[in-house]
């Protein structure tokens, strides 16, 4: 079992920087990979990135491509989602992901074992 808890959302205006934060508690974190996604009212979840279990290799969707960084850190169980350049179609619910399988950087929402409760971010224009 793992849990997983989001932090770090909140009100932003266009342009600016936050960084989101996932704890992770229950079996081995360094085992897993884990996903960032979104989703906004009245769409489907959106993929927004993926870092291997290692922290060596990442993925991300085309919104976040250039603007976003994954990164993990496997001592303290956490994984951050760092965003730059942030634009009001970025404001959605973030959920943290975790995905015991094989894949380094899974990108379907299928794809994932367990979810956090999501985090609101919401940027003004």
């Known amino acids: 079992q793992v849990q997983l808890e989001e932090s770090g959302g909140g009100l932003v205006q266009a342009g600016g920087s936050l960084r989101l934060s996932c704890a992770a508690s229950?079996?081995?974190?360094?085992?897993?990979?884990m996903g960032w996604f979104r989703q906004a009212p009245g769409k489907e979840r959106e993929f927004v990135g993926a870092?291997?279990?290692?922290?060596?290799?990442?993925k991300y969707g085309d919104s976040a491509k250039g603007r976003f960084t994954i990164s993990r850190d496997n001592a303290k169980k956490m994984v951050y989602l760092q965003m730059n350049s942030l634009k009001p179609e970025d404001t959605a619910v973030y959920y943290c992901?975790?995905?015991?399988?094989?894949?380094?950087?899974?990108?379907?929402?299928?794809?994932?074992?367990?979810w956090g409760q999501g985090t609101q971010v919401t940027v003004s224009s």
């Open positions: 992901a975790a995905d015991f399988g094989l894949a380094e950087t899974p990108f379907g929402v299928r794809d994932y074992d367990y």
């Open positions: 229950g079996r081995t974190f360094s085992r897993y990979a």
């Open positions: 870092i291997s279990w290692s922290g060596g290799r990442t």
